[in-house]
């Protein structure tokens, strides 16, 4: 799937990038070895209300603003080609939501945690048709417990940052921490990738 988008793996991978590997994450342009939140936290969020006063989930709020793209109409009941309807109460709304994540990580082929363009971090799942759900990640890079400077060698690194090896390790190199996850939305296949996509 995608197979056009998929990077080669180090012939001598760190041991963040042979965890990301052998947890089935897949490598892309942008992708960051970090393993991605559990189920139970991507869960959570995609649960939770998106505002403290909202009677849906995040996931069936997303959910009935994407249905209506793509010439999906609950008004008019177009049918979208994937995502269920959501109808009813906001409960039931909440409900279908649920369902279609509980589908959407049992029937999960695509797992990536990667940078967009943006420099935002997210997580993304996409089943074989290539639809999908992608939270985002906020990340910061965790400190080098291992390098303990001196006074004098912290205020050198900071006079020679534009020299710093830190700063010329490429994103995927460095050691960064989830700090807080939200439920994004839902994706539609990528435009002119069908040929790319399994059965």
């Not at 947890?23 to 991507?42: H, I, N, Q, V």
């Not at 269920?84 to 369902?99: D, V, Y």
């Not at 996409?126 to 990640?137: D, E, H, P, S, V």
């Not at 700090?179 to 435009?191: D, M, Q, S, V, W």
Request: some cysteine; hydrophobic content about 35%.
């Amino acid at each position: 799937m995608y197979s056009s988008l998929l990077l080669p793996w180090s012939t001598d991978p760190s041991e963040r990038e042979t965890a990301y590997r052998a947890a089935g994450l897949l490598r892309t342009k942008g992708s960051l070895f970090l393993l991605p939140p559990p189920d139970s936290a991507l869960r959570e969020t995609y649960n939770a209300p998106p505002r403290p006063k909202t009677r849906m989930s995040s996931g069936a709020v997303a959910l009935c603003k994407h249905f209506e793209r793509g010439g999906a109409s609950s008004e008019r009941g177009v049918a979208h080609p994937f995502w269920t309807l959501p109808k009813g109460s906001n409960e039931n709304k909440t409900q279908i939501a649920r369902q279609i994540l509980d589908q959407m990580l049992a029937d999960t082929v695509w797992k990536n945690v990667m940078l967009l363009h943006t420099g935002l971090a997210v997580y993304e799942i996409r089943n074989a048709k290539g639809f999908g759900m992608r939270w985002t990640l906020d990340i910061e890079e965790r400190e080098d417990q291992n390098n303990v400077t001196t006074a004098d060698e912290t205020e050198m690194a900071k006079s020679n940052s534009a020299c710093s090896q830190d700063k010329d390790k490429d994103d995927f190199e460095k050691d960064f921490q989830i700090t807080k996850i939200n439920f994004r939305g839902f994706l539609e296949p990528i435009a002119g990738m069908d040929h790319e996509l399994n059965d």
